[in-house]
């Protein structure tokens, strides 16, 4: 009798497919071994791992793996055939060969499943599972809270903004008589690397022994926290020291008396200037000018806050050179202006000017005071220079002071940056100082005076220098 050697995908109850060859003992089913499997007729079938048939599917053997399955059979043929557990069956004739056997009937195979094995393997897995939903469960837990928290974060974030919109309570802010050192260490004995005046702001970093560690300007360093004032304190005093003001951004910025495009035109304002900020309104800024308070478009300004920053030794030093050189300079072109005036008065061809108000001294500063009062009575004309027939507050300044050699810029707002500061501001101002409003300038004449292309209701005029806000002294000789 020969034996039949076939090829059977076993397919399981848990849902997996092994193929194994049946001829012999010992055959494997992917891996899994495949015991006593004997021709049919008392085969029996023990897979490893406790797996249960339910369908065997036989298929003939391909030729490349085994012998052919003629050869094997005796001329009979094997046709891949599904069947029930109940039958094996295996088509084809012997052909003469009564050697040959067909399958017997499945019943006659004695299957041994590992059902411990399926028992324990059960369990494992619903421990597993158990294990699972428990881990699945905790991470629920701490996405819901993380997302509480992120939540809570947020709501806190709003109401500090809605607070605070500008942060200032970030900021640290020197109150002293007039400076306080910005040292290298937290310590009394530290190189001094900078200093931060009064009022002056920096970015608090972090705070240790009694230390204030910041950033202001371009200045890191320590502070002493006795002398500074942060958090809660800072806000309202950020609001006190800063300058809230409204950079203009088009080319002729129109400020009108009512915060509508159909409201008549107050003044206009040139690109590149800046307004002092009275209120924020949403589409419209309520701004001071020179001809009293109006509005301009939002769409047309930045909104920002300047403060004054610390100082590095570096830039003090650069600064007090640099003043030096042009107050050297502006000097020495005004004697040689002073000179040409001389000798064109000695050709007789000067005229002699009445002077409305008389400016004390002799010095240049003096000088340059007088002389713009000369002009006190001419007119305003905006984005104009000449003195005589029309100047702005800026082309007013900038003309007084060509009369003795000095260049200047035709913009207030540059003028807060030309020669140096004035310590003290106005209460240390001399005649001929430049003195810098929001959106104006004017030169100082003394006595609490300035001389200045006001309005174009008013023209050129003496007035109180402290008639609105000042924003910076500056000292050209």
Known sequence: MK????????????????????????ARANGAIVSDILPAGGAALVLEDGITLDEIYVEPVQEEVLPDINDLTGGATATPTLFSPDTVVIDGEDEGNADTEVAE???????????????????????????AAEATSAVSLASQAAIEIKMAEEQALEEQLARDPENFANLVIAQVNDYVNVRAVPDLEGEIVGKLYDDSVGTFLEETDGWYKISSGSTTGYVKAEYCVTGEDAIELAKKVGTRLAYVDTTTLNVRKEPSIDAKILTQVPYDDDLVVLEEMGDWVKVTTNEGDGYVSSEFVKLHTEFVKAESKAEEEARLKKEAEERKKAQEAARKAQQKRNRTA????????????????SG????????????????????GSSLTNGTDCSGFVMSVYA???????????????VGYAVEGGIANARPGDIICYSGHVAIYIGNGQIVHASTSKTGIIVSSAGYKNILAVRRIF
């Open 346 to 361: 000695a050709g007789g061809s000067s005229k002699t000017v009445t002077t409305p108000v008389t400016v004390a001294g």
């Open 105 to 131: 009937p499945l019943d006659m195979l004695s299957l041994s499943v590992g059902a411990e094995q399926v028992i324990s393997d059960t369990e494992e897995l619903e421990e597993r599972l158990d294990a």
């Open 403 to 417: 009369h003795f050699g000095v260049g200047l810029p035709h913009s207030s707002r540059a003028d807060r940056g």
């Open 364 to 383: 240049l500063g003096a000088q340059v005071a007088n002389y713009g009062c000369q002009f006190v009575g001419n007119p305003y004309v905006y984005g």
């Open 3 to 26: 034996k039949i050697y076939t090829r059977a995908i076993l397919i399981t109850t848990s849902a997996v497919m092994l193929s194994c060859t049946l001829f012999g003992t010992g």
